[in-house]
């Protein structure tokens, strides 16, 4: 019987229910056949709306026409980062700068919040049947990348058809050295650069570094925030100053790069994060 040729109340058959407009569940598929359908047979093949009329009805009744609404789909899909899965059990990074600093390892997920915030719930499919499963803030995975926030996760004890919820949302910042302008130089005369270098993340830690394929001399002198270093290499081979660190901040720097013997020599500011 076609779908709008049944009345309210009555039983629908897999074949009817294929005339009804509803959104089949990822895996499923149309069945045709008289058979009516359970409430159970109902809410696994189809996106269906839990209502107070399906309350009523146990998992082995038949559920009337009535009683067959859509669901509506969850309107605001993000991109979730992550460090792995296991089954449908997500695990976050041990750092929020590894976190942020993702690109390859995502699913989309959905919600019906509107903006990241904590609280949010999260889902796997688009219709909410499927609830988001992840390492808390309490485990050693605990660091997610959602968009561009950095977010953790906490076990939900309100919702039970809901796993886990945002437990608290923080700007995701990624770890990074920024120089204006060049900071190294290969050549057999000299060179001098001058800008600025802005750290983002975590501290950085610096030194001059000169390499001469000869010999001769490679004479590289730098000045970062105040912090003046020189590394002067006079034979084959390569020479690195002591090192000094900066916190995160903007600082003004100069390089100069003398090579004298007549050979190709590199001067070089060095850094790591």
Not at 186 to 198: E, M, N, P, R
């Amino acid at each position: 019987m076609a779908w709008g040729d049944l009345a309210g109340n009555q039983m629908v058959s897999y074949t009817d229910a294929q005339g009804g407009g509803f959104t089949l569940k990822p895996g499923q598929s149309s069945v045709t056949s008289n058979q009516c359908m359970t409430k159970n047979d109902a809410f696994t093949k189809y996106n269906l709306a839990t209502t107070s009329n399906t309350n009523t009805v146990a998992s082995k009744q038949l559920m009337r026409k009535d009683y067959w609404v859509s669901a509506t789909a969850l309107p605001y899909s993000y991109t979730l980062y992550y460090w792995s899965i296991a089954d449908v059990s997500l695990y976050g990074f041990t750092t929020g700068s590894e976190a942020c600093a993702e690109t390859v390892k995502f699913i989309t997920v959905y919600s019906s919040s509107s903006t990241i915030t904590a609280g949010m719930g999260l889902f796997y499919d688009q219709y909410g049947n499927n609830p988001l499963y992840a390492a808390s803030y309490t485990t050693l995975y605990p660091y997610y990348k959602l968009n561009s926030s950095l977010i953790r996760f906490a076990i939900n004890d309100v919702e039970t058809t809901q796993g886990y919820v945002v437990y608290d949302v923080s700007t995701c910042i990624v770890n990074s050295v920024v120089f204006s302008s060049l900071y190294s130089y290969t050549g057999s005369s000299s060179a001098s650069y001058s800008g600025t270098v802005t750290i983002t993340g975590a501290s950085a830690t610096f030194n001059a570094r000169s390499t001469s394929t000869g010999n001769f001399s490679t004479d590289t002198n730098i000045n970062i925030g105040g912090n003046a270093r020189r590394a002067r290499q006079t034979t084959t081979g390569t020479l690195n100053s002591t090192t000094f660190t900066l916190s995160p901040g903007t600082y003004s720097y100069t390089f100069s790069c003398q090579v004298t013997g007549g050979g190709t020599g590199i001067g070089q500011i060095i850094f790591t994060q």
